[in-house]
């Protein structure tokens, strides 16, 4: 029996942090340690900022009302590989695009897109065992996880991350454009007015710099086990 589900007591855990920090690497290998589920937010914010490319409704169409009859849909294959539908049209690879990621920060910053994620997001967190990674769940969307995380890294090592996972899904890149790129929606990111990036004092900040993958999914499940045991107790 793992940790997650043991006593039948299944938390929720909010990993938050800058762009390339590895959230969802590590939100998804969690997750499937643990026998949670999993749920990538940024993703949703790219499947919106194709839409309005697609669409031709552009950031500023992003309205409540454009918004009604958009379907997202999120799917995990059993090896935990997500595919995103755009009112069931395969968008996955789409939303990674130079294009979605020039406009992600902007649309994430229309009060309206927040409002129709935000309710989605909730549902689907509804009856814990999920770990979701984003920008604003622990402070925001789940303020009342049980274990919120702020992941980060220096800003040279995520664009070097960046950079390793493009080759791999053969896409060119060059360091430079991507720090720039990565620096740009830090900033974005962080000072925007609607749930702005913040290290809550609350959230275990966890600096990944130098630290092999393994070993951070290892830190987060050790802390994710810790924090059920104390919520077992306390019941
Ligand atoms: O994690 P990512 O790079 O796929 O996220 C894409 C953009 O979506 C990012 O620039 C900020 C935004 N975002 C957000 O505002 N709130 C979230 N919970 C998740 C992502």
Do not use: H
């Not at 940790?3 to 909010?14: D, F, P």
């Amino acid at each position: 029996m793992t940790g997650g589900s043991c006593c039948g007591r299944r938390i929720t855990i909010a990993i938050d942090g800058p762009a390339g920090a590895g959230k969802s690497t590590v939100a998804r290998l969690v997750a499937r340690r643990l026998g949670y589920r999993y749920l990538d937010t940024g993703a949703m914010f790219r499947a919106v900022a194709w839409y309005a490319i697609a669409t031709g409704c552009g950031v500023a169409g992003l309205t409540d009302r454009q918004l009604e009859n958009l379907e997202i849909g999120l799917d995990y294959a059993a090896d935990g590989t997500m595919s995103v539908t755009v009112d069931g049209r395969d968008v996955t690879g789409e939303i990674r695009s130079s294009q979605v990621t020039a406009i992600v920060s902007e649309v994430a910053r229309q009060p309206a897109v927040r409002r129709y994620l935000l309710e989605r997001q909730r549902i689907m967190a509804a009856g814990g065992g999920i770990v979701m990674d984003g920008r604003d769940i622990g402070s925001v969307v789940l303020p009342a996880a049980e274990l919120k995380i702020f992941l980060t890294a220096s800003v040279t090592e995520r664009a070097a991350r960046r950079a390793r996972e493009m080759a791999v899904a053969g896409r060119a890149t060059d360091m430079e454009t991507l720090l720039a790129e990565i620096t740009k929606r830090d900033s974005e990111d962080m000072s925007r007015a609607q749930a702005p990036l913040v290290a809550l004092p609350t959230a275990w900040y966890l600096d990944t710099t130098g630290c092999p993958l393994e070993q951070v999914v290892d830190m987060v499940v050790a802390r994710a086990e810790e924090v059920i045991r104390s919520v077992v107790q306390a019941v």
